[in-house]
């Protein structure tokens, strides 16, 4: 049975491992690179579906631990999956289980991992049947397996072993009870720390299973960036070119364009919209705190030329709300957060937008270059772990 998705690979990077391609899903194409904004609970905090749909997003994430708690099973079940229950008409991924920031609750034996749930502390067991079963209910367009992962920072190289070897275990239980490959596509997830052998291992193991996407997981856990690097571009120069490649977990515009030229194609982070609680705007000169009182008499839009309704002038159909109004309302007010999220979604996918047209065009190493030198200025202050990784793969920064 042929999988209810499709990657339509449109050009590689002459120089570098970046790839733009086109997802196609059941509820409409995706262009790859993407960012997936986290829906965490079905809701992008502070914006309606139809907000979100306006920043361009096609494809947003869900949790499916979360929502198995509250709406719950039946809830799903009644109203005909999340698509309908959130009133959104594109795509949904859903992730199984946070496990590395849940781990104080949670229990992982090889049955599943057994939590106490954070709303009333009842005891649960999440399955792998039971997640992809959840999954099913949901009806999202992609769908990850349960897997046991350990934060990247542990020094028990055993206990990292075992949990690589049991997701590979708990892999073939979710492909066994995955009700519907027609029309939802289950992506494996390689784990092994920072172990590149384990690593190595893992990915021949999920290969082998010939999942419809393959994602890489257990990063972004505090782990060294040019350690983060090296595991992406092991775990890319082993995957197949004509299936999507999901790095989980990572959200931070240095790290997105860094792991493009690595060979991802799809990120998730909450980074851009919870940065957004906190009054912090995402420009392409770096991250701005427009609650510091430098702002108060700021009447520039957010970032000159950004298209989003925050920033655009009320002339072109936007809003044309000013610095000055964010630190105004950031501290205080709910209106504050909300402007941002949608200023630091659209930023994250316009970025994502103009790293594919660098790609079609063959100019991503120039792209990079253009990118470094905006948001630090000066070379010198390039980080070392981005310098490195993209001369790994022909990009020298430092180069005039």
């Known amino acids: 049975m042929p999988p209810a998705l499709s990657y339509e690979l449109l050009a590689k990077c002459s120089v570098t491992k970046a790839r733009a391609a086109i997802l196609h899903l059941p509820h409409g194409p995706v262009p790859l690179p993407i960012f997936m904004p986290v829906a965490t609970q079905a809701s992008l905090k502070g914006l309606t579906p139809e907000q979100l749909e306006e920043t361009g997003c096609r494809l947003c994430l869900n949790n499916t631990y979360h929502l198995g708690l509250k709406p719950g099973q039946a809830t799903l079940d009644a109203i005909g999956g999340a698509h309908k229950f959130q009133s959104w008409p594109h795509n949904i991924l859903t992730v199984s289980f946070q496990m590395v920031s849940l781990l104080k609750l949670a229990k992982v034996t090889e049955e599943g991992v057994k939590f106490l749930s954070p709303h009333d502390g009842t005891p649960m067991l999440l399955t792998p049947e039971h997640s992809i079963s959840l999954q099913n209910s949901i009806g999202s367009d992609i769908i990850m397996q349960l ?25 073939d239980r979710c492909i066994k009870a995955h009700k519907y490959p027609e029309r ?11 172990d590149l052998d384990l690593r190595k291992r893992c990915t021949k193991e999920m290969v082998e299973r010939d999942t419809p996407g ?18 992406v571009d092991t775990c890319t120069s082993l995957l197949p070119e004509k299936k999507p490649r999901y790095v989980m977990g990572v959200g931070y515009p240095e790290d997105l364009v860094v792991s493009i030229a690595l060979g991802a194609d799809m990120f998730d982070c909450v980074w851009p919209t919870r940065t ?62 909300h402007l941002l999220t949608i200023h630091n979604v659209q ?20 792209f990079v270059k253009d990118f470094f030198g905006k948001v630090y200025s000066d070379k010198t202050n390039f980080p070392v772990w981005a310098v490195e990784a993209l001369k790994g793969v022909g990009v020298d920064l430092l180069a005039d």
């Open 347 to 366: 930023y994250q996918l316009n970025l994502m937008k103009r790293a594919r047209h660098a790609i079609l065009e063959d100019k991503y190493p120039a």
């Open 276 to 337: 957004a609680r906190f009054g912090n705007a995402i420009t392409s000169t770096g991250v701005l705190n427009l609650r510091n009182a430098s702002f108060q008499n700021d009447f520039n839009p957010v970032e000159e030329g950004c298209t989003c309704v925050c920033c655009r002038p009320k002339e072109k159909g936007g809003l044309g709300i000013t610095r000055a109004y964010i630190y105004h309302v950031a501290a205080k007010e709910t209106a504050g957060a």
């Open 214 to 231: 393959i994602a890489i997981g257990g990063l972004s856990g505090g782990e060294e960036k040019a350690a983060y690097c090296k595991v």
């Open 184 to 194: 939802q596509n289950l992506f494996c997830i390689i784990q092994g720390g920072l």
């Open 147 to 171: 897997d046991d992962v350990i934060a990247t920072t542990s020094p028990d190289l055993a206990r990292m072993e075992e949990a690589m070897d049991r997701s590979v275990r708990w892999l």
